[in-house]
């Protein structure tokens, strides 16, 4: 039974920092693509960050060198680091997990989210 589980998320004041985690469980995903999305209220789920079988990542625009993705795979865990967060930012963030080395547009797994709010 694959899980991908994020944690991390919370309420944090514009300028504020957190870091999301989402652990995996029942499938290695080591060689795989996996990411961040988002979901603001009322609005569509969009990208926000990858990072391929190939440790390589990769950003939306909006970023704008705020957030890192990173992943320990010893830990099967995936990371996301976002500092100077804006009032924008605030969503439920969900992790996914891809049955690729490379990230496109399609993901096997996903995880619950974790809700991040900024004011």
């Known amino acids: 039974h694959v899980q991908l589980v994020e944690s991390g998320g919370g309420s944090v004041q514009a300028g504020g920092s957190l870091r999301l985690s989402c652990a995996s469980s029942?499938?290695?995903?080591?060689?795989?693509?996996m990411a961040w999305f988002r979901q603001a209220a009322g609005k569509e789920r969009e990208w926000v960050a990858f990072t391929n079988g190939y440790g390589v990542p990769a950003y939306a625009d909006f970023v704008n060198g705020r957030f890192t993705i990173s992943r320990d795979n010893a830990k099967n865990t995936l990371y996301q680091q976002m500092d100077s967060l804006k009032l924008g930012d605030t969503a439920m963030y969900f992790c996914?997990?891809?049955?690729?080395?490379?990230?496109?547009?399609?993901?096997?797994?996903w995880g619950q989210g974790t809700q991040v709010t900024v004011s």
């Open positions: 029942g499938h290695n995903y080591s060689p795989s693509c």
């Open positions: 996914a997990g891809s049955s690729t080395r490379s990230c496109g547009r399609d993901y096997r797994d």
